[in-house]
C-alpha cells in the first residue's frame, strides 16, 4: 500500500464517522464490475485526470452508492489532477471590474475536501483567477499553501506564474505547469523588471485571430475604422480591427496562432521541468473553440498541445468550455483537450457582487438565489439546460515501467443534470443512459484524432494507431 492510500484510508475512517446522508437515487447507479481501478501494481505508474472543479459544498458527508468506486479510481492512482475553477478569500475584497462570468468565491474546507477526494495537483490558472482582485488570488494562494497540494499557473509576476511545480512520488518526481488563454486582460501576470515590479496574475497564451473576407467586407472595415496615424501589430497580418485581422480571400472563414512569445516561453518552461522531474503534465483552461462549435478546441490550442509535447511534455491536460472534447494520443504522448466538469457547483456561491445582478436586471433588494435562478430563466437556459455540461469522463493513465503509454480507461460521471441547484453538480456513477450519450458524444470527437474507445461494463478503453 502506498502512502497516498494509506492516507487515502484514514481519511475515509474520520470521515466515515462523521453524520452521512443519503444522495437522490436518480444521481446514482450502482457501478459495475469495470469501475475497479487499474492501479496498485508496482511496476505502472497511474494518473487519474478530471477536469473543471467549482466546489462550494462538502462531498464527503455524501452517502453515493457507487462513491468509493468513483473516488476509489482518483485515490488508487500515483497522482491525481483536478482544474481548481474557484477562489478562497471569505468575500473581504473588493470584486474585479470584469469576472469570468460568475464571481467566485468557495468555503475554505474545500480544500479538505479535495484531499478527501484524493488530489494531488490542481490547476489554477483559470479566468477566475482575479475576480476578486489581487487580494482574492494572494489570498486563495495562502488558503493552497497551507495545504500539501501542488498547484500551478498563478504567482506574483510572470516568471512564477510560469514556472513549473513539484510533486513527489514513490514512483518519480512529477512537474506541473498550468496556464489559461482564457482570461481578462488584466489577469495576465506581467514579468518583472530591475526598476518595476511584475504583475500578479496567471500564466498566459494569448493569441491570435486572422477572419478571411470577401474585398468588400474588408472595405466596409476600413471604412468603419477611419483613417489612422499609426498601426498596431503589423500591416503583414493583414489588416486590424478591433483585436483580431482580416485578410481577403476567396474561402470565408477564421483561424487562430499562438502568440509567438508565449509559446517560446512555455515551451522553455517544460524544458527546464524535464531537467528537474520524471514526469512532466501541463495544464490548460481553453474555452476557445472552432467558429461555431465549442466541442471542438481552436486551432491554436491544437498548436499548443503539440509543441508541449514535443517539448517534452509526457500529457496535455485541457479543461475550460465545460464540455468534453477529442482525445489525441500525439507522439505517444495523450492529449485530452477538455474533460469538461468533475464538480461543478458554479450557482452555489454565496455571494455576487451588484454587478451581476444589475447585468440581470433585478432590483438592489434581490438575494443569490433570485440572481442564479434569474440568469438561468429557472434553468431553462444556459447550463442547466444542457445535459452535456453535466457529464463527463475520469481518464486512468497508465505508464509501463519503461514509461510507454499502455493504456487509457475512461470512467464515465454524471453530475446531476436535470435536478435541483441543492443537489446537482458533484460527481456520481453514471447511469447506462449517461454512459450511452458520454461514449456517443466522445466517440465522434475523438474520431478526427484517429482514437477510437471500447466501451465495456461500462468503462471506455481508449484505442489508437
Known amino acids: 500500500m502506498t502512502m497516498k492510500q494509506k492516507k487515502n484510508v484514514l481519511a475515509n475512517l474520520i470521515v466515515g464517522a462523521a453524520l452521512m446522508q443519503a444522495a437522490p437515487s436518480a444521481l446514482a447507479a ?23 472543479s467549482i466546489i462550494n459544498r462538502r462531498i464527503s458527508v455524501q452517502a453515493v452508492p457507487g462513491g468509493d468506486d468513483l473516488y476509489g479510481v482518483i485515490r488508487g492512482a500515483d497522482v491525481a489532477f483536478t482544474n481548481f475553477e474557484t477562489l478562497i478569500h471569505g468575500f473581504t475584497e473588493a470584486p474585479a471590474v470584469h469576472s469570468g462570468g460568475t464571481y467566485m468565491g468557495s468555503p475554505a474546507f474545500i480544500t479538505d475536501e479535495l484531499k478527501w477526494a484524493g488530489f494531488d495537483l490542481l490547476g489554477a490558472a483559470n479566468n477566475h483567477a482575479n475576480d476578486y482582485g489581487v487580494e482574492g488570488m494572494r489570498k486563495t494562494m495562502e488558503a493552497l499553501d497551507k495545504t500539501d497540494f501542488t498547484y500551478a499557473g498563478i504567482g506574483e509576476n510572470l516568471a512564477l506564474a510560469r514556472s513549473p511545480k513539484y510533486h513527489d512520488t514513490s ?3 512529477v512537474a506541473l505547469i498550468g496556464l489559461s488563454s482564457s482570461f481578462p486582460d488584466e489577469i495576465a501576470a506581467g514579468a518583472q523588471r530591475k526598476d518595476i515590479r511584475g504583475r500578479p496574475g496567471l500564466n498566459p497564451l494569448h493569441h491570435e485571430t486572422t ?4 474585398q468588400a467586407t474588408l472595405d466596409t472595415l476600413k471604412q468603419l475604422k477611419g483613417p489612422s496615424s499609426f498601426t498596431l501589430g503589423g500591416a503583414d497580418k ?12 476567396d474561402k470565408v472563414g477564421t483561424s487562430t496562432k499562438a502568440n509567438e512569445r508565449d509559446l517560446k516561453e512555455l515551451v522553455a518552461s517544460v524544458k527546464d521541468a524535464n531537467k528537474m522531474a520524471d514526469w512532466v503534465v501541463v495544464s490548460i483552461h481553453a474555452h476557445e473553440g472552432i467558429t461555431g462549435d465549442r466541442s471542438k478546441p481552436a486551432e491554436f490550442v491544437e498548436e499548443f498541445a503539440h509543441a508541449m509535447i514535443d517539448a517534452g511534455a509526457d500529457m496535455v491536460v485541457g479543461h475550460g468550455p465545460h464540455i468534453l472534447r477529442g482525445i489525441e494520443i500525439y507522439k505517444g504522448k495523450p ?3 477538455s474533460l469538461g466538469n468533475f464538480i461543478f457547483e458554479n450557482d452555489l456561491v454565496e455571494f455576487q457582487p451588484s454587478d451581476n445582478y444589475e447585468k440581470t436586471g433585478l432590483p438592489a433588494d434581490a438575494l443569490p438565489g433570485d440572481y442564479f435562478a434569474g440568469r438561468t430563466k429557472n434553468d431553462t437556459v444556459g447550463f442547466p439546460a444542457d445535459r452535456k455540461f453535466w457529464q463527463s469522463v475520469v481518464p486512468e493513465v497508465i505508464y509501463s515501467k519503461d514509461r510507454t503509454l499502455k493504456s487509457i480507461r475512461l470512467h464515465p ?14 460527481p456520481y456513477p453514471a447511469t447506462p443512459k449517461d454512459v450511452e450519450e458520454i ?5 465522434a470527437l475523438c474520431e478526427p484524432y484517429g482514437t477510437s474507445i471500447a466501451v465495456k461494463n461500462g468503462v471506455g478503453t481508449l484505442s489508437w494507431k
Open 238 to 249: 493583414g489588416f486590424k480591427f478591433g483585436e483580431d485581422f482580416y485578410v481577403v480571400g
Open 171 to 173: 514512483k518519480g518526481r
Open 30 to 52: 450502482k457501478p459495475s464490475p469495470g469501475w475497479e481501478s487499474a492501479a496498485g501494481k508496482s511496476d505502472e505508474m497511474v494518473f487519474a485526470l478530471t477536469g473543471d
Open 413 to 426: 460521471v454524471a453530475l446531476g443534470y436535470g435536478t435541483s441547484r441543492a443537489k446537482r453538480g458533484q
Open 335 to 337: 492529449i485530452f483537450y
Open 211 to 214: 477572419h478571411t473576407v470577401p
Open 439 to 443: 461514449f456517443g458524444d466522445l466517440k
